[in-house]
């Protein structure tokens, strides 16, 4: 069935966030504190590791403040609320340095240029969080995570190839729930057939349960997931030739 939609993660999908957020910190906390950016980077990866192992929290603002205390810890910096309340200055410094210069793959925008000039939709679906885990998101955070992405888009010079921008827990419903992809399906008004989904995690290569044909982006080869996608790339010029053989 000719496909009409496509759906992108932005995260280390579109943008390599992950990446610059942990880059930008190291360098803002080794302005701050001396602390080797590596050092940064390192314990960082750790402390997200730590908060996998833990099984509940009452919301992302909870999940946040835990991250921060056992982030601080590690680094042997005070982790009571002074130090919290500076780690939070720090940490919107960063969201505004990382969101005027965002950082995005090579070929991103010339290949979203030319399936756009084709005729496909294009939207972009974030926010998967482990919904065993976290079970409420207020509506001031998605909100603030809409804006925050439309506004990363519009200074990378890509907010014109998008049709529409979804936030999964907008509606307290996180990928890889299926009522986040249909959602975006009954936007557009298109079958499951009809769209694929390109991302990074398991998450997004979850939609295939539901019929969407899944594209995994690994450039390092780091995808840990169980599902196996039906297509991957590395090199964005990889995805369009993948898309034009469907």
């Known amino acids: 069935m000719k496909k009409k939609l496509i759906i992108f993660d932005l995260d280390d999908t579109i943008l390599s966030h992950g990446d610059s957020h942990k880059k930008v910190l190291g360098e803002l906390l080794n302005k701050k504190y001396g602390i080797k950016i590596s050092k940064s980077i390192s314990v960082f990866e750790s402390t997200k590791t730590y908060m996998n192992k833990i099984k509940k929290f009452n919301s992302i603002k909870e999940y946040y403040k835990q991250f921060n205390k056992q982030f601080l810890k590690k680094l042997g910096l005070n982790n009571e609320e002074k130090g919290l309340k500076e780690l939070d200055k720090i940490i919107e410094k960063m969201k505004i340095i990382v969101k005027e210069k965002p950082e995005i793959y090579p070929n991103v925008k010339k290949v979203l240029k030319s399936l756009?000039?084709?005729?496909?939709?294009?939207?972009?679906?974030?926010?998967?969080?482990?919904?065993?885990?976290?079970?409420?998101?207020?509506?001031?955070?998605?909100?603030e995570k809409i804006q925050r992405v439309n506004e990363v888009l519009t200074n990378a010079d890509m907010k014109q190839f998008f049709n529409k921008v979804f936030v999964a827990y907008s509606d307290n419903i996180f990928k890889p729930d299926e009522r986040a992809?249909?959602?975006?399906?009954?936007?557009?008004?298109?079958?499951?057939?009809?769209?694929?989904?390109?991302?990074?995690?398991?998450?997004?290569?979850?939609?295939s349960k539901i019929g969407i044909t899944t594209i995994l982006f690994n450039p390092e080869n780091k995808y840990a997931g169980n599902i196996i996608p039906e297509f991957k790339f590395k090199n964005y010029l990889e995805l369009e030739n993948i898309i034009n053989s469907l």
Request: no cysteine; aromatic share 8%; hydrophobic share 40%.
């Open 181 to 207: 992809f249909k959602k975006v399906l009954n936007h557009f008004k298109v079958s499951p057939e009809e769209a694929i989904m390109i991302g990074n995690e398991e998450e997004d290569i979850l939609a």
């Open 116 to 143: 756009k000039e084709k005729g496909y939709h294009l939207a972009i679906l974030t926010g998967s969080w482990n919904q065993q885990k976290i079970k409420n998101v207020s509506k001031e955070i998605a909100k």
